[in-house]
């Protein structure tokens, strides 16, 4: 995990698979694979400017998606509310 105090999530880096929006508990959220590494990246919204980063290398693209996406379910809650 990673926190970017000065990036937020609408800037989350295209890794060669595209950038996918979507909401973990109604929060705003991003994910982006890496195909060459098998890498993921679920990036959670902390407010207009910062995001916090979860990112899982596995070697297996999917797999990588899979487990930061659940880690990211269960970081989620322990994150202070949206603005």
Known sequence: MSIR????VETVNDNGAGVQRFEINQRPAAKAKNPEFGTCVVALKIDDVSRIDVTVVDGLEDDSCQIAEVVAELLEPRLPAVP
Request: no cysteine; aromatic share 0%; glycine share 0%.
């Open 5 to 8: 105090d000065r990036q937020n």
